[in-house]
Protein backbone atom coordinates (compact mmCIF):
# COMPACT_ATOMS: atom_id res chain seq x y z
CA UNK A 1 0.00 0.00 0.00
CA UNK A 2 1.17 3.80 -1.07
CA UNK A 3 2.36 5.60 2.14
CA UNK A 4 3.00 9.40 1.76
CA UNK A 5 5.33 11.78 3.92
CA UNK A 6 5.66 15.41 4.05
CA UNK A 7 8.95 17.64 5.43
CA UNK A 8 7.57 20.87 5.76
CA UNK A 9 10.50 24.02 5.33
CA UNK A 10 10.86 27.38 4.14
CA UNK A 11 13.67 30.23 2.30
CA UNK A 12 13.42 33.85 2.40
CA UNK A 13 14.36 35.12 -1.34
CA UNK A 14 14.16 37.94 -3.73
CA UNK A 15 13.52 37.72 -7.28
CA UNK A 16 12.50 39.80 -10.20
CA UNK A 17 10.24 38.36 -12.77
CA UNK A 18 11.86 39.32 -15.92
CA UNK A 19 12.35 38.80 -19.29
CA UNK A 20 15.80 39.57 -20.62
CA UNK A 21 15.00 40.35 -24.03
CA UNK A 22 11.88 42.66 -23.56
CA UNK A 23 11.70 46.46 -22.15
CA UNK A 24 10.96 47.53 -18.86
CA UNK A 25 7.37 48.58 -20.23
CA UNK A 26 6.79 45.33 -21.47
CA UNK A 27 8.33 43.12 -18.36
CA UNK A 28 5.71 45.59 -16.42
CA UNK A 29 2.83 45.05 -18.32
CA UNK A 30 3.06 41.09 -18.49
CA UNK A 31 4.27 40.59 -14.67
CA UNK A 32 3.24 43.80 -12.98
CA UNK A 33 4.76 44.72 -9.74
CA UNK A 34 6.63 41.25 -9.96
CA UNK A 35 8.58 43.32 -12.66
CA UNK A 36 10.49 45.40 -10.11
CA UNK A 37 13.49 46.58 -11.54
CA UNK A 38 14.74 46.72 -7.48
CA UNK A 39 13.22 43.13 -6.94
CA UNK A 40 10.57 42.36 -4.20
CA UNK A 41 10.78 39.23 -1.80
CA UNK A 42 8.96 36.66 -0.40
CA UNK A 43 8.61 34.41 2.18
CA UNK A 44 8.49 30.94 0.55
CA UNK A 45 6.64 27.77 2.42
CA UNK A 46 7.65 24.33 1.45
CA UNK A 47 5.70 20.95 1.35
CA UNK A 48 7.76 18.11 -0.01
CA UNK A 49 5.96 14.92 -0.19
CA UNK A 50 7.40 11.35 -0.88
CA UNK A 51 5.46 8.63 -1.50
CA UNK A 52 5.99 5.05 -2.30
CA UNK A 53 5.66 1.57 -0.68
CA UNK A 54 7.10 1.35 3.49
CA UNK A 55 10.15 -1.43 3.57
CA UNK A 56 8.68 -3.95 5.74
CA UNK A 57 12.17 -4.11 8.05
CA UNK A 58 12.24 -0.58 9.06
CA UNK A 59 8.54 0.37 8.85
CA UNK A 60 9.72 3.69 7.10
CA UNK A 61 9.23 4.62 4.08
CA UNK A 62 12.07 7.01 4.12
CA UNK A 63 14.27 8.21 7.02
CA UNK A 64 13.08 11.87 7.96
CA UNK A 65 16.34 12.78 9.54
CA UNK A 66 17.73 12.07 6.43
CA UNK A 67 15.07 13.79 4.46
CA UNK A 68 15.55 17.08 6.42
CA UNK A 69 19.31 17.02 5.66
CA UNK A 70 18.94 17.10 2.20
CA UNK A 71 16.14 19.61 2.11
CA UNK A 72 18.30 21.57 4.41
CA UNK A 73 20.95 21.46 1.92
CA UNK A 74 19.57 21.17 -1.77
CA UNK A 75 16.85 23.79 -1.12
CA UNK A 76 16.85 26.01 2.37
CA UNK A 77 21.05 26.42 2.31
CA UNK A 78 20.93 27.16 -1.61
CA UNK A 79 18.13 29.81 -1.78
CA UNK A 80 17.42 31.11 0.96
CA UNK A 81 18.48 34.82 1.53
CA UNK A 82 19.02 34.68 -2.25
CA UNK A 83 18.59 37.43 -4.82
CA UNK A 84 17.40 34.71 -7.04
CA UNK A 85 18.09 36.52 -10.31
CA UNK A 86 21.42 37.27 -9.29
CA UNK A 87 22.95 34.59 -7.11
CA UNK A 88 20.60 31.11 -8.20
CA UNK A 89 22.60 29.45 -11.08
CA UNK A 90 19.57 28.09 -12.97
CA UNK A 91 18.35 31.65 -12.99
CA UNK A 92 21.19 33.94 -13.16
CA UNK A 93 22.86 31.78 -16.45
CA UNK A 94 22.15 30.63 -19.79
CA UNK A 95 21.27 27.52 -20.32
CA UNK A 96 22.70 25.60 -23.16
CA UNK A 97 20.46 27.79 -25.56
CA UNK A 98 21.23 30.69 -24.46
CA UNK A 99 17.78 31.49 -22.85
CA UNK A 100 17.55 32.22 -18.84
CA UNK A 101 15.10 30.74 -16.40
CA UNK A 102 12.38 33.44 -14.87
CA UNK A 103 12.21 33.24 -11.56
CA UNK A 104 8.73 32.47 -11.07
CA UNK A 105 6.84 30.19 -8.80
CA UNK A 106 6.25 27.51 -11.38
CA UNK A 107 9.76 27.46 -12.02
CA UNK A 108 11.51 27.92 -8.66
CA UNK A 109 8.99 24.87 -7.78
CA UNK A 110 10.29 22.86 -11.14
CA UNK A 111 14.43 23.56 -9.86
CA UNK A 112 13.79 22.57 -6.37
CA UNK A 113 12.40 18.98 -7.37
CA UNK A 114 14.70 18.75 -9.92
CA UNK A 115 17.49 19.32 -7.29
CA UNK A 116 15.80 16.70 -4.76
CA UNK A 117 14.99 14.22 -7.02
CA UNK A 118 18.63 12.79 -8.21
CA UNK A 119 19.23 12.13 -4.28
CA UNK A 120 15.78 10.03 -3.65
CA UNK A 121 15.33 6.07 -4.84
CA UNK A 122 13.54 5.85 -8.20
CA UNK A 123 11.00 3.41 -6.30
CA UNK A 124 9.59 7.07 -3.98
CA UNK A 125 7.49 9.61 -5.84
CA UNK A 126 8.64 13.25 -5.11
CA UNK A 127 5.87 16.28 -5.69
CA UNK A 128 7.05 19.83 -4.16
CA UNK A 129 4.03 22.18 -2.90
CA UNK A 130 5.80 25.93 -2.57
CA UNK A 131 3.54 28.22 -0.99
CA UNK A 132 5.19 32.07 -2.47
CA UNK A 133 2.10 33.46 -0.58
CA UNK A 134 -0.64 31.96 1.73
CA UNK A 135 -3.04 31.94 -1.69
CA UNK A 136 -0.10 31.46 -4.23
CA UNK A 137 0.52 28.18 -4.45
CA UNK A 138 2.52 25.64 -6.87
CA UNK A 139 2.55 21.98 -7.20
CA UNK A 140 5.38 19.84 -9.52
CA UNK A 141 4.52 17.53 -10.68
CA UNK A 142 0.85 18.46 -11.00
Not at 6 to 20: E, M, W
Not at 44 to 66: A, F, N, P, Q, W
Not at 87 to 103: T, W
Request: charged share 30%; proline share 4%.
Amino acid sequence: MQTAVIRKAHFNAAHRLAHRDWSDEKNKAVFGLCANPLYHGHNYELDVRVSGEVDRETGMLIDMKDLKSLIFREVETYFDHKNLNLEVAEFCEPDHEGRYLIPTAENICRVIHDRLRPHLSQELMLMIRLYETPRNIVEYPA
